[in-house]
């Protein structure tokens, strides 16, 4: 299994609460991704990075922010979380970004609640 | 934009049966498409991935196919068990656009 930590794994929190989801890879790869998962929407990209501090929205980038300053880690900050943010959050990895062979490689995934 | 669906949404088959999960997509211009497998409270793991060029891939009793002019992939698991029970997810990949997920199907392999 690729080495791709998430944490925290649960999280309850209130609307209007900053909240940070952290990322972490062993592998050194210099792509990593954002989703969410909900029900009836499947798996929406929010942001990727290409690279330390290079970021870049994904579909549902609106009320998120994303960063990072090493090459293993990356942050998904909601700055005030609100109840639609409700969702399972998962972290992926990759060694690139166009190539025919390219694959991701999934977290365990962060369940975040918001009251 | 792409957009990809997967038929049917859930799917319940005795164990030992042969079986067929569905992937269609809009945009035929692609560089790959992959099945990927998730069980319950878990992340995703990557079954096979198919080139643009390639026809099929095949895992164990597993077998994909792609069809890129008529949009469509196939994921053909052959004698179906228990712990083959878990949701497929199919997931396609154009030049510089990111992954496009369908919503999955829920399969349940019956004892």
């Known amino acids: 299994d690729a080495g791709i930590t998430q944490s925290p794994r649960h999280k309850v929190t209130e609307t209007g609460t900053p909240v940070t989801l952290r990322c972490h890879q062993t592998e050194n790869h210099r792509y990593m991704y954002w989703y969410r998962q909900d029900p009836g929407h499947g798996l929406r990209l929010i942001h990727y990075?290409?690279?330390?501090?290079?970021?870049d929205k994904g579909e549902v980038s609106d009320g998120y922010s994303v960063s990072r300053s090493k090459t293993e880690d990356f942050l998904l900050t909601l700055e005030s979380a609100t109840s639609s943010q409700t969702s399972v959050y998962f972290c992926?990895?990759?060694?690139?970004?166009?190539?025919?062979?390219?694959?991701?490689?999934f977290g365990p995934g962060t369940r975040l609640l918001v009251l | 934009k792409q957009e990809v669906t997967q038929i049917p949404a859930a799917l319940s088959v005795p164990e030992g049966e042969n079986l067929v999960l569905n992937c269609s997509f809009t945009d035929s211009a692609i560089y790959n498409l992959q099945w990927f497998r998730q069980d319950p409270g878990k992340g995703l793991t990557s079954l096979l991935l198919i080139q643009s060029s390639q026809r099929e891939q095949t895992s164990g009793r597993l077998n994909a196919s792609l069809d890129k002019s008529s949009g469509r992939s196939t994921l053909y698991i052959a004698a179906s068990q228990p712990g083959d029970s878990a949701t497929y997810l199919c997931?396609?990949?154009?030049?510089?656009?990111?992954?496009?997920f369908g919503k999955g199907t829920r399969l349940s392999v019956i004892a």
């Open positions: 997931a396609v990949k154009g030049g510089n656009t990111p992954l496009v």
């Open positions: 990075s290409y690279g330390v501090k290079d970021t």
């Open positions: 992926a990895i990759s060694e690139s970004n166009g190539g025919h062979k390219e694959t991701q490689y």
